[in-house]
């Protein structure tokens, strides 16, 4: 599948359509591949999402957003994934990705500010999460659950245990 999606971006250099099925290729190599491969998976993924949304209408970039803050999280990149997170939030109008950009820009800038040891950021954070109105994907598919996981190690489980029941109307 790689191969053929490489040679078709290569036939139609300007379709993003290309690179955004390379970067959901290399996404969905993020999931099973050990921490080393997940990075360099998430890099590749990072990379070709790039591409695409330098590619695509404004109109076509919203969807790829949330891509690109998780992939750039999972490759470490923490600056580009807090870019990406505030951007999903500063450009958010009502739409059928509404409710997705308020959910996974949040749980990206939660999962940086727990990285970078504020708590109480990350507590906001997955709190503003929960407050979405939801969406048709995060009502097929439920919440990240990865910062509240996060934070339940670190004993927060007050914090937690309100994401859930903010969570509960979708």
Known sequence: AIESL??????????????AAL?????LDMIAASLKGKTDAAGKA??????????????GRDPLLQYLAKVALAANSLKKAKEYAEKMLSQNSPGWNYGNNIHHANIVLGRIAL???DLK?????LTDAGKTPGSPQLNSFGPNMTLAKELLQKG????????????SKF
């Open 6 to 19: 490489q040679k078709a971006r290569f036939l139609n250099m300007d379709n993003p359509k290309w690179p």
């Open 46 to 59: 990072l990379e070709q999402f790039e591409i695409a949304y330098k590619l695509s209408t404004d109109m």
């Open 121 to 125: 950021e990350a507590k906001k954070r």
């Open 115 to 117: 990285a970078s040891g």
């Open 23 to 27: 970067g959901q290729l290399y996404f």
């Open 156 to 167: 927060e489980k007050d914090v937690v245990l309100k994401y859930i029941e903010l969570c």
